[in-house]
C-alpha cells in the first residue's frame, strides 16, 4: 500500500506543479519586467532636457520624450496589473508554495516597493514632461 | 466439502464486488495517471481563455476604438508572460 500512496502522491504534485509553476513565472517574470521597467525611465530622464546645458542637445529631447511617450502607455495599466500579481501571489502562499529564491524579497514587499519606484519615477517622469513643454 | 468450496466462492465474490465498489470510488480521479498534466494544463488555458467573456470581449473591442491605450500584448510590462489567462479562482479548484 505505501509504494501506491508515494506513487499517488507524486502524480498530484505533479498535477499541482503544472498549475503553480505557471502563476510563479508569471509573477516573477512581471515582477522583473516591471523592475526593468522602473530602472530603464530612471536612466531615459537621468538628464532634464529643459535644464539649461541640456537645451541644445536634441537627440537628448527626443529620447526624453520617447520615455515620456512610454510611461504614458503603461502607467494607466500599471495598477491592474499590480493587482494581478498580488491576487497570484496570495493564491500561492495560500497553497504554500514558495515563490522567493534564497536573498529574494518577500513577495507582497517586492510588489509594493517596486509599484512604489514605479510611481516615484513616473511623477518624476511627469513633472520633466512640464519641464519640456515649453521647448 | 462442496458446501466450503460454496461458502469460499460466496466470500470471493463478494470481495471482488467490495474491490470494484472501492475502486469506482476513485474513477473521477482517473485522469492523475491517464492524462498528460502539461497538455491537459495547455486545454485548460484555451478553454479557459477569459477572452472568450463576453465582458472581456466588449472592453478589448472599446480599447480597440479609444486607441488611447496600448494593447497588453505590446505591454512591457507583460512581455514574456500571457497576457490574459484563466481566472485565479479556476487555478484555485485545480491546485485544491
Known sequence: M????S?????????QNVYTLFLVTQFKTTLKNL??????????????????????????LMSVMKTISDV????????????RMKE???????????????????????????????????QRVFKIKADILPL | MKEVLSLISINLESIEREGRLFNEQFNK????????????????????DPAEDEFLKEEAAKEEDQKTDISQKENPLLKGVKAKIPFLDLFDEKIT
Do not use: C
Open chain 1, 72 to 83: 504614458k502607455d503603461v502607467e494607466p495599466k500599471t495598477e491592474g496589473i499590480i493587482k
Open chain 2, 29 to 48: 480521479y482517473s485522469y492523475l495517471w491517464l492524462e498528460d498534466p502539461t497538455k491537459t494544463f495547455e486545454k485548460f488555458l484555451v478553454e479557459n
Open chain 1, 88 to 122: 497570484m501571489v496570495n493564491l500561492l502562499k495560500k497553497h504554500q508554495i514558495n515563490m522567493q529564491d534564497k536573498g529574494d524579497e518577500e513577495p507582497l514587499q517586492a510588489i509594493d516597493n517596486t509599484y512604489a519606484a514605479f510611481k516615484e519615477t513616473t
Open chain 1, 2 to 5: 505505501a509504494p501506491l500512496k
Open chain 1, 35 to 60: 523592475k526593468n521597467f522602473v530602472s530603464s525611465t530612471a536612466q531615459g530622464i537621468v538628464r532634464n532636457p529643459a535644464d539649461e546645458e541640456n537645451q541644445s542637445d536634441k537627440n537628448l
Open chain 1, 7 to 15: 506513487s499517488l502522491n507524486a502524480k498530484v504534485t505533479a498535477w
